[in-house]
């Protein structure tokens, strides 16, 4: 269907009559009637009623209607959108993180960034480093904020990565624990303790940490995200270690002690080759991200 027949049969529906939506649009009302009289064949169904003081729509005109109307909306959009790309172009970034980063980390970056370079269009996705990488290096992400977590990360030709910081590892607690009333927690101290954790290289990694304590972790409790995991040490079901960077997210209904000699994560701005080649603006962000850690490292 013509773009041009479908806007002249919205105005007839408009104004009630072909001679008028002829005068509104500058046709000829014999011109206009083409228009129509083509709709209703390639439709094969009438799509106006003729009476005294003008048309009316059919059935099948009230069903056109409602097609035609968001067709033209999203064509009136998409001509605004391509305007304004000529007179301010929009290039797009696309950022995945760890979710730890969320909580302080990335926001001081995107503000940052923002400041910078505007008339950027950022997308973010959160997920962990193993399903991240694979993302970045297929080309549907830009950056990613990945750490250092088992199984670590890969050796690859089209992996570029930026050492932002390195993120201790902290002892999450409920607030009556024995512990809680310590400034700082030797890691052994926990070994009878239930833990909660959630995926596989989390946990090679607590029973990394656990295992130089002279102890190995009973993980009773496996809960896939962060607000599942304070919710049960809040309740006193269990421990759990969180990263640093994670503390200002938590609740203050748990209490966070230091660990003595604490395992510490690396925290990483990884860009892949396809990335660089697209011309996102991959190197201003990475800027951002290293300037955000440094100045969380000051707080």
Same mark, same amino acid.
């Given at each position: 269907?013509?773009?041009?027949?479908l806007?002249?049969?919205?105005?007839v529906?408009?104004?009630?009559?072909?001679?008028?939506?002829?005068?509104?649009?500058?046709?000829?009302?014999s011109?206009?009637?083409?228009?129509?009289?083509s709709?209703?064949?390639?439709?094969?169904?009438?799509?106006?009623?003729?009476?005294?003081?003008?048309?009316?729509?059919?059935?099948?005109?009230?069903?056109?209607?409602?097609?035609?109307?968001?067709?033209?909306?999203?064509?009136?959009?998409?001509?605004?959108?391509?305007?304004?790309?000529r007179?301010?172009?929009?290039?797009?970034?696309?950022? %995945?993180?760890?979710?730890?980063?969320?909580?302080? /980390? *990335?926001?001081? +970056? @995107?503000?940052?960034?923002?400041?910078?370079? =505007? !008339?950027?269009?950022?997308?973010?996705?959160?997920?962990v480093?193993?399903?991240?990488l694979?993302?970045?290096?297929?080309?549907?992400?830009?950056?990613?904020?990945?750490?250092?977590?088992?199984?670590?990360?890969?050796?690859?030709?089209?992996?570029?990565?930026?050492?932002?910081?390195?993120?201790?590892?902290?002892?999450?607690?409920?607030?009556?624990?024995?512990?809680?009333?310590?400034?700082?927690?030797p890691?052994?101290?926990l070994?009878?303790?239930?833990w909660?954790?959630?995926?596989?290289?989390?946990?090679?990694?607590?029973?990394?940490?656990?295992?130089?304590?002279?102890f190995?972790?009973?993980?009773?409790?496996?809960?896939?995200?962060?607000l599942?995991?304070?919710?049960?040490?809040?309740? %006193?079901?269990?421990?759990?270690?969180?990263?640093? /960077? *994670?503390?200002? +997210? @938590?609740?203050?209904?748990?209490?966070?002690? =230091? !660990?003595?000699?604490?395992?510490?994560?690396?925290?990483?701005?990884?860009?892949?080759?396809?990335?660089?080649?697209?011309?996102?603006?991959?190197?201003?962000?990475?800027?951002?991200?290293?300037?955000?850690?440094?100045?969380?490292?000051?707080?």
């Amino acid at each position: 269907m013509e773009i041009t027949a479908l806007r002249s049969f919205r105005e007839v529906h408009r104004t009630g009559s072909i001679t008028a939506a002829a005068r509104v649009l500058g046709y000829t009302q014999s011109a206009l009637s083409r228009q129509l009289a083509s709709l209703e064949s390639r439709l094969g169904s009438p799509l106006l009623r003729r009476h005294a003081r003008g048309v009316r729509l059919t059935p099948a005109g009230e069903v056109l209607l409602a097609h035609a109307t968001a067709i033209l909306q999203r064509v009136d959009q998409a001509e605004r959108d391509v305007r304004a790309s000529r007179e301010q172009p929009v290039s797009s970034l696309r950022i %995945g993180s760890v979710p730890s980063a969320v909580a302080s /980390l *990335l926001p001081r +970056a @995107l503000t940052a960034f923002t400041a910078e370079v =505007p !008339l950027v269009r950022v997308t973010f996705s959160e997920d962990v480093t193993p399903r991240l990488l694979p993302r970045l290096l297929d080309g549907e992400l830009d950056c990613a904020v990945v750490t250092s977590y088992p199984p670590g990360l890969p050796a690859h030709a089209d992996l570029g990565v930026t050492h932002l910081l390195d993120d201790p590892l902290v002892c999450v607690l409920p607030g009556d624990h024995p512990a809680a009333a310590r400034e700082i927690v030797p890691l052994a101290e926990l070994a009878e303790e239930t833990w909660v954790e959630d995926y596989e290289g989390a946990a090679s990694a607590l029973a990394m940490a656990c295992a130089r304590a002279g102890f190995a972790p009973r993980i009773d409790i496996e809960c896939g995200g962060w607000l599942g995991k304070q919710a049960f040490v809040a309740e %006193g079901h269990g421990v759990m270690l969180a990263p640093r /960077l *994670l503390v200002p +997210a @938590l609740r203050p209904d748990v209490v966070v002690r =230091p !660990l003595v000699d604490p395992p510490q994560r690396s925290v990483y701005a990884a860009t892949g080759r396809r990335a660089a080649s697209s011309g996102a603006p991959t190197d201003p962000f990475v800027r951002a991200l290293t300037r955000a850690a440094r100045t969380g490292d000051r707080t």
